[in-house]
C-alpha cells in the first residue's frame, strides 16, 4: 500500500509539472513581441556529439547520469586542469584519477576559474543527424584541411598564425563551448535584436525589419542576421560570413539558421541549423537549453591585457633561438 501511495504522488507530481509548464505563456513586450530580454548562461555539460559509449542511445539512466555527476564533482573540483567543451565528458568516461589538460604542453588554467556544469540526460547536444555526431566532411573539404594543417607553421611567425580567439577578434557563432564566459545577453526593440555576448564582448544585431541581407560582396565575422517570429520562436537566418570566419571548419559558405525559444521564466532553448555543402555531407542541428542568469556581463578586456598572446610569440621566438643554437 505504501509504495502504491509513493507511485500515485510521483505521478501526481509530475502530471503537475507538466500541466504547469503547459500552461505557461512568455510574456510580451511593449511592442507585443515574445520577452526573450535577459542574461542567459550556457554551463550545460552535454557534450555536442554522443560519445561511442553511448552510441545509438539519445539518453541516459538516472543511475547513468548521477554517477557522471559524482565523477564530475570528484575530478572538477577546482583543483586540477581546466576541461573545455566535450573534454570534460571524455574525462568522465574514462574516470582518471586525476584530469590533466591535453594541451600537452603548457596545460590549460584551473578548473577553479569556471563554473560548474549543469547536467540533463542526453547523451548529445546534436539532434540531427539521430546518431548525435556531426557528418562527415565532403571530399573537398578533407583536401582544404590538409592543405591548411600543411600551411600552418608549427612555430607562429606572428599573431597571425594564432586563432581568432586567442587574438581577440571572436569565438564566432554559432558557439556552442560551455563554462568559458558563455553568457549572452538579450535585448530588444521593435524593429532589432540585440545579442550580446560576454566572451570577446561580441554584438549581433539582428535586423527584423524584413529588410534583404546585405550585398554577398560584404561579409562580416558573424555574417549578416536577419529574423522573424514563428509563433513565439525568435528565427534567425544568417549569411555573408567572412572568409577568414571560422565554424568547424566552414567559412564564407556556412549559412546559419537558430531558434530561440522561452519554455519556462528560466529556460530558453536555443536550437541551430548550420549548413556548408563544401563542408559537411549533409546539414546538421543541435539544441542548448540555456538558464536564465541573474549575474550581469562584465567586460571582456581581451586586448587591453592580452598577455597570453604576447607570452606564445615570445615562446615561439625562444624555440627559434633554442633551435638555431643546436644547430
Known amino acids: ?110 578548473q577553479f576559474w569556471l563554473p560548474d556544469r549543469v547536467f540533463d540526460n542526453r547523451t548529445s547536444l546534436i539532434t540531427d543527424p539521430a546518431e548525435g555526431r556531426v557528418p562527415a566532411l565532403t571530399p573537398y573539404a578533407v583536401q582544404r584541411n ?81 529574423g522573424h517570429w514563428e509563433g513565439d520562436t525568435l528565427v534567425v537566418d544568417t549569411t555573408n560570413f567572412s572568409p577568414k570566419a571560422n565554424f568547424r571548419g566552414s567559412h564564407e559558405n556556412l549559412h546559419l539558421i537558430e531558434r530561440f525559444t522561452r519554455v519556462s521564466p528560466d529556460r530558453l532553448e536555443y536550437a541551430f541549423t548550420v549548413s556548408d555543402d563544401t563542408t559537411w555531407a549533409r546539414p546538421w542541428s543541435a539544441m542548448i537549453p540555456m538558464l536564465r542568469s541573474k549575474a550581469q556581463i562584465y567586460e571582456y578586456a581581451c586586448h587591453e591585457g592580452n598577455l597570453g598572446l604576447g607570452g606564445i610569440l615570445s615562446g615561439a621566438r625562444a624555440d627559434e633561438r633554442a633551435e638555431a643554437a643546436r644547430q
Open 146 to 226: 590538409a592543405a591548411d594543417a600543411a600551411a600552418r607553421p608549427e612555430v607562429p611567425r606572428g599573431p597571425e598564425d594564432r586563432s581568432l580567439s586567442e587574438r581577440c577578434i571572436t569565438f564566432g557563432v554559432p558557439r556552442t563551448q560551455p563554462a568559458y564566459m558563455s553568457y549572452y545577453q538579450l535585448v530588444q526593440s521593435r524593429d532589432t535584436v540585440v545579442f550580446r555576448m560576454e566572451a570577446i564582448h561580441d554584438a549581433r544585431v539582428i535586423y527584423m525589419d524584413g529588410r534583404p541581407h546585405i550585398s554577398k560582396e560584404i561579409r562580416h565575422w558573424l555574417g549578416d542576421s536577419r
Open 1 to 110: 500500500m505504501k509504495k502504491l501511495l509513493l507511485t500515485i504522488a510521483i505521478l501526481t507530481v509530475a502530471v503537475t509539472l507538466s500541466a504547469q509548464k503547459a500552461a505557461w505563456k512568455v510574456g510580451r513586450t511593449a511592442d507585443g513581441q515574445p520577452d526573450l530580454q535577459g542574461t542567459w548562461a550556457n554551463d550545460n555539460a552535454t557534450p555536442l556529439e554522443r560519445p561511442v559509449a553511448f552510441a545509438g542511445r539519445a539518453t541516459l539512466t538516472d543511475a547513468e547520469l548521477a554517477m557522471l555527476k559524482e565523477r564530475s564533482a570528484r575530478l572538477f573540483n577546482g583543483e586540477g586542469d581546466a576541461a573545455f567543451g566535450d573534454n570534460l565528458y571524455t574525462a568522465l568516461l574514462t574516470n582518471p584519477d586525476k584530469f590533466v589538460s591535453v594541451d600537452g604542453r603548457t596545460g590549460d588554467y584551473n
